[in-house]
């Protein structure tokens, strides 16, 4: 996890953007950061872009920044990318 960007999480990966590779690396990544199982998390948006719109199930936004060590915003409009 490199940190946050405005209001958007920033993660590194070092798994190639092929074949979906990244995208798989990135859920396997917050599923275990999170500790919650992969299918509690949806890539809703971005499949073939550096920037990722995900969901997931069951966490509130605070517990789910809470769990990956980053502060709370502030503002409307937060999302978690």
């Not at 798989?24 to 499949?47: D, K, M, S, T, Y």
């Not at 809470?66 to 978690?80: A, D, E, N």
């Amino acid at each position: 996890m490199v940190g946050t960007h405005g209001a958007a999480i920033k993660i590194k990966l070092r798994a190639m953007a092929i074949k979906g590779k990244a995208n798989a690396a990135l859920l396997n990544f917050l599923a275990g950061q999170l500790e919650i199982a992969e299918h509690a998390i949806v890539l809703e948006r971005g499949q073939k872009s550096r920037e990722k719109l995900i969901r997931i199930e069951g966490l509130s936004e605070d517990e789910i920044r809470r769990r990956l060590g980053i502060q709370q915003s502030t503002g409307p409009g937060r999302q978690i990318t």
